[in-house]
């Protein structure tokens, strides 16, 4: 029963595990059964059980995209000092491999709403970075007043798209953490492998904001 929606589903290239949850029922009512079949069960896959279940709410509760909302509430900030004055000037925020937020969060007046574009690069090549940030200083000097040009992005793509940008634009970063995004996940096989130190795996469950100045 669950399984032909599930794979009707999987035709379509991005999905998230939040889409799975009307199916969780039926796959409660087929996990019982078998749990029912093979008799008691061991304190070992309860204990396995528990830990799975813990460690899934903390990274899909807590970190799945944690600091979004508050680097949306810090932007805001800034675009709330900005929108009373005479010329709002033109203001673009660029998301880059993480989730794009409802404009309603931003709460913009309507005399404002018009001088802010948010772009939404998705997964895009790194190149589209720039290619956002060289529309929005063109835009910006067709407009007048001031030009704010933010990128929001996680910490383990930052680097590759300060190699695109750094010599031609200064960029200013501030880091909010936990951050965990799923197009850009950390490299946690790398610190498994002792590739990397732990303390620079823990700064790439970061969500960058990176004004482009």
């Known amino acids: 029963m669950a399984v032909v929606p599930v794979l009707c589903l999987s035709v379509f290239p991005h999905q998230e595990p939040r889409f799975l949850i009307p ?21 070992s896959f309860m204990v396995v059980w528990v830990v799975f279940n813990v460690t899934l709410t903390f990274v899909y509760g807590y970190m799945h995209q944690g600091a979004l909302t508050p680097a949306i509430s810090i932007y805001q900030q800034k675009l709330s000092s900005i929108s009373s004055k005479p010329s709002p000037g033109s203001h673009h925020a660029i998301f880059y491999k993480t989730y794009p937020p409802p404009r309603h ?19 895009r090549p790194v190149t589209s970075v720039r290619s956002a940030v060289l529309d929005s200083k063109a835009k910006c000097r067709e407009a007048k007043g001031s030009c704010q040009i933010f990128i929001f992005m996680p910490a383990t793509v930052t680097a590759r798209v300060e190699d695109h940008l750094s010599k031609d634009f200064k960029l200013h970063i501030t880091s909010i953490c936990p951050h965990l995004s799923m197009e850009a996940t950390p490299r946690l096989m790398a610190w498994w492998r002792k590739k990397i130190q732990f303390a620079e795996f823990i700064t790439e469950l970061c969500l960058n904001i990176v004004k482009v100045i």
């Open 23 to 43: 199916t969780l029922p039926v796959f409660m009512v087929m996990g019982a059964k078998f749990l029912a079949a093979i008799g008691p069960v061991k304190p």
């Open 105 to 123: 969060l931003l709460l913009l007046p309507k005399s404002s709403s018009s001088h802010v574009h948010i772009h939404n690069l998705e997964g």
